[in-house]
Each structure stands twice: as C-alpha cells, then as structure tokens.
C-alpha cells in the first residue's frame, strides 16, 4: 500500500481552497469541486486518501477524495448529507472558501500490487465515492492494467451517484464493464435488482483478479463472503473503512480498531489484515 503521509508537517496545516463547482448527484449527495485560491490541487495525494474540509465557526470532518489525482485542475468530494457540516456545505454555492488539509492516512495500491491485474470494483450506496478515484486513476493510465468490472448497487435509481460517469463515460470504455443494481423493482428501472452481494455471485467472475470494495458494513460483511463462496482469498480483497476517523493523526482515539487507527493505518486495508481486528467492528 501506499506511504502515510498524514505525519508531515505539510498535513497538519490547513490551507484554503475554493469550492468552484456543486454537482446534485442524489437527494442527498453532493459532489463538491474544490480548486486552490490560484487554481489547481491544494495538494497532492494517492488514491484512497483523505482530506479534512473545515469551516470555522461550524465544524470539520474528513472525506475521501473522490477524483484520481491524474487530473490536477481540482479535486472533489462527494458528501452525504448527515450532520451539522455537512448540511452546511449542502447549502453553500460556488465561491465558498473553505479550510483544506491533508492528505491523510494511506491509498490503494495502485502502483504495487494492482498493476497488471485485472480489477473487481463492488461499492454500495455512497460506498462508490471512494473507489471512483481509483477507478479513474486506471482509466487514465489504461495500458497498467488489465480488464475493469465495476458492480455498483443502491436502495433505488435515484440513489446511485455518479450515474451519468458510470453510464455514459465507463461503460463505453473498453475492456470495462458497469453492472448496476437496486435493491426493489421501481417503475422505469430496466436493470437488475437485488442486492450487491447476491449479485456479485451472479455474475460468476473468476478469481483471477484483485478486489475493491466499499459500502456499508453490512454490504461489505456479505461481499466477502460471496466472494469466498465464487473462491477468492480475502489476501486478494482491499477495502476502505472511513467511519470514526476525526483528528487524522492517531491522537484522539475515535478511530483504534485493536492494534490499529484507521486514520493512520488505513484508511484502505486487505481484507486478511482485518481478521485480527475486534469482531464488533
């Protein structure tokens, strides 16, 4: 995996960046595009890493960046609407500064272990957000990887982000494959329903690739073991585990798992590695 940088001192100092763009993906995300005051990235980072967004007075979290870091106009950051920061930030327009660090914690191994493998990207709900920078990032350097299937479900249409991007651009790529699903049949909806790990095992892939998944715990629970069921080695399976997280540097202790804190030693984790965690988590 990828080196944490969330100890250098250049993380730890907030700058400020611009949001320049709002895009409504669902009735409750939103994916927000955020520039440095001249342009450009606030900083640089690997796929799977996270940045602290905070606006004094109202608050700070972490999010996952959610564009690759082979685009260096912007990054972007696409935010469920649950709590005080975030209803704010649903209700700001295009110009609105805000403070900025990072990146924190680790990335996807996408210059190690991914290169040359074929890819199984599963996400749920908003669990696709963090695997869409990835996801770019082999889009973008194409000829370092093999074939892309993407399995991508939530609770109805409306509730699957980044549509027009899983339609209209990855799916007509090719050697990638977009395979989406609901959970309940709704009028207007031609695709296939039912839920992601039922799904997964459906399709049948072979286990000669490497996995990504993200979603709720639940989903990610019943991903593996459909996966285990197809014969995939959890040594073969990288996830990216984001609740808890909240100073970024392993001091507050929201985030130790057992042995670990996710901010520090994760977020992105192979799934082997997690069997020594407690299993309440």
């Given at each position: ?10 993380a730890l100092v907030p700058t ?185 095992q459906e399709l049948g892939f ?58 520090k030693d994760g977020p992105v ?13």
């Amino acid at each position: 995996m990828s080196n944490c940088s969330c100890n250098s001192t250049n993380a730890l100092v907030p700058t400020i960046g611009v949001v320049t763009d709002i895009r409504v993906d669902t009735p409750d995300v939103k994916t927000f595009r955020v520039t440095g005051v001249q342009g450009g990235l606030c900083f640089d980072y690997v796929p799977g890493q996270c940045a602290m967004l905070s606006i004094p007075g109202v608050g700070e979290a972490m999010f996952s960046i959610t564009s690759s870091p082979t685009n260096r106009e912007y990054m972007e950051f696409s935010i469920k609407k649950c709590g005080i920061l975030t209803d704010w930030l649903h209700e700001i327009e295009p110009g609105q500064q805000v403070a900025i660090r990072g990146p924190y914690g680790n990335g996807f191994p996408v210059d190690t272990v991914l290169k040359g493998r074929d890819l199984l990207f599963i996400a749920g709900g908003i669990g696709l957000a963090p695997l869409r920078s990835v996801i770019n990032y082999c889009i973008d350097n194409r000829k370092d990887y093999g074939t892309i299937d993407i399995v991508y479900g939530a609770r109805s249409a409306e509730d699957l982000v980044h549509i027009d991007e899983l339609k209209t651009y990855w799916n007509s790529l090719e050697n990638v494959s977009v395979h989406l699903t609901i959970d309940n049949p709704q009028e207007g909806w031609d695709g296939h329903v039912g839920f992601v790990p039922a799904y997964v095992q459906e399709l049948g892939f072979d286990v000669d690739r490497t996995v990504l998944v993200c979603g709720p715990p639940i989903m990610i629970k019943f991903t593996l073991a459909s996966l285990g069921e197809l014969g995939f080695e959890k040594s073969q399976v990288y996830t990216t585990m984001e609740l808890k997280m909240k100073c970024g540097i392993g001091t507050c202790g929201r985030c130790n798992i057992g042995s670990k804190y996710v901010c520090k030693d994760g977020p992105v984790f192979r799934c082997d590695e997690l069997e020594s965690l407690p299993a309440e988590y």
